[in-house]
């Protein structure tokens, strides 16, 4: 009889810690299946023309030369590549030249031919 009254003790005995250690000191904000309640403010409505303006600072002859987020985005005039970024704004690969463009910007381009011969023309001019 002592042997199943202390097997009975201590299952009950790791059932209680069992559930001690599952209570909360009210310290836990949420758990990570619930969604925060304050919601983030909405984005600010801009239209594709409005986020793609060509610059005028960093223009040369034969480039077509757009800023968008702080980077240039360069294109031969009249390329596909510019019809494209024009219809599209978007490419499925493109080329970054971190910091080597005019003022330190970054260059970004649809190859890495077009963005270096901006760069150079841009020192040369």
Do not use: H, N
């Not at 250690?21 to 304050?38: L, V, W």
């Not at 031969?76 to 003022?103: N, T, W, Y």
Request: include cysteine.
């Amino acid at each position: 009889m002592t042997g199943k009254m202390f097997s009975s003790w201590s299952t009950a005995a790791i059932v209680l810690a069992f559930w001690a250690g599952c209570a909360t000191d009210g310290t836990q904000t949420r758990t990570p299946a619930e969604k925060p309640t304050q919601k983030p403010a909405p984005a600010a409505e801009t239209s594709p023309e409005e986020t793609r303006k060509v610059s005028e600072k960093y223009g040369l002859t034969g480039y077509a030369v757009y800023e968008v987020d702080d980077r240039l985005w360069v294109f031969e005039a009249g390329s596909e590549g510019l019809v494209q970024f024009v219809a599209d704004g978007e490419f499925a690969k493109s080329i970054s030249l971190i910091g080597e463009g005019p003022d330190g910007r970054t260059i970004r381009s649809v190859d890495k031919a077009t963005a270096t011969a901006y760069i150079a023309a841009w020192k040369a001019r």
